[in-house]
């Protein structure tokens, strides 16, 4: 597939709007990332008598007897129901979860169709809201941004400061360089052995089987993977009639096309690009998340997060 933009403009049709949800041409025009990933994910919380996402990176691990100076919140009293014997409950990783967010900051991902923010711009928001909500749940996170190499580092840290210089960082992103996703991953594998979760979100325009292969080497070290697949609608619906040139956003080339003619074959490609991702993915117990840039962001974060919350 591809990493194209489209030179002569077309006029596509208007975003599908959700009341109370941000619309993609209101992101446009925002630039205060915190503010915005505060109003978030405080309307995450508001919406629930409890916040659904406490625990976000918390796995039950087992359980063992109470003993004097356990903290009375970690006895499991459904057990002491049962049973009436005290047991605690053990977690995997209890807060101080190292997130890193990994962004693909390459040419790719700065195009943009009709009023659609650029696939850089949504990814920052989304970055920026988890980053908001893994500081609230008092736990680590990290950025990494990367084109043909990596670009920017801010090693996973817990605090206010740290959460400022974060959004500091990921409101000064531009899409620059070309893509070697893959060869990116396979470093920061090396350089990440302290078992994580790691959070990639990018286009994906790159060779699949590489960026699989990249992907397994974070599993192979425990870590957990989300990965946010970020693509406009033009380039999921194809939505060009006319003759149209098309430019390559890293090499300049440009081609001119009938649309038309092309359409059919595009989109089959496109959807098998999609599975293939989807498939292995889910062979690799890697969370895959689909996403239209049309559709507001916070929609697709809320709707994940809800459904992870279940499958815990």
């Known amino acids: 597939m591809g990493k ?36 978030v994910v405080e309307g995450f919380v508001a919406g629930h008598h ?19 100076g356990d903290e009375l919140r970690h006895i499991d009293w459904r057990v002491y129901g049962r049973t009436g014997k005290y047991f605690v409950k053990l977690f995997e990783a209890e807060t101080n979860m190292r997130v890193h967010l990994v962004l693909d900051t390459s040419q790719s991902m700065g195009f943009s169709y009709g009023t659609n923010p650029s696939k850089l711009t949504y990814a920052t928001y989304l970055a ?27 090693p996973a840290r817990h605090s206010q400061q740290h959460l400022r210089h974060l959004m500091q960082r990921l409101s000064k992103v531009s899409s620059n360089g070309k ?13 990440l052995r302290r078992r994580g979760l790691i959070v990639l979100f990018s286009d994906l325009l790159d060779d699949a089987e590489s960026i699989l292969n990249a992907v397994a080497r974070f599993r192979f070290h425990k870590h957990e993977v989300i990965v946010f697949h970020i693509l406009d609608n033009a380039e999921k619906v194809f939505p060009f009639k006319a003759m149209t040139t098309f430019e390559d956003l890293e090499t300049q080339a440009r081609i001119t096309v009938d649309p038309l003619a092309l359409r059919h074959d595009y989109l089959e490609g496109v959807e098998a690009f999609c599975k293939h991702y989807k498939t292995n993915f889910f062979k690799m117990k890697v969370d895959y998340i689909p996403v239209n840039t049309m559709i507001p962001f916070e929609y697709i974060l809320s709707s994940y997060l809800m459904s992870r919350k279940k499958l815990r």
């Open 50 to 68: 409890k916040s659904p996402y406490k625990g976000f990176s918390l796995e039950f691990a087992e359980h063992r007897k109470y003993v004097l």
């Open 179 to 191: 893509t070697k996703t893959a060869e990116v991953l396979q470093k920061l594998a090396e350089r």
């Open 128 to 154: 920026a809201s988890l980053a908001f909500l893994i500081h609230r749940q008092q736990d680590l996170s990290g950025l990494v941004t990367f084109d043909e190499t990596i670009t920017d580092f801010v």
């Open 4 to 39: 194209f933009k489209e030179v002569h403009f077309i006029n596509t049709i208007p975003p599908t709007k959700r009341p109370g949800l941000l619309s993609p041409e209101v992101l446009v025009r925002i630039k205060d990332l915190s503010l915005v990933a505060r109003g």
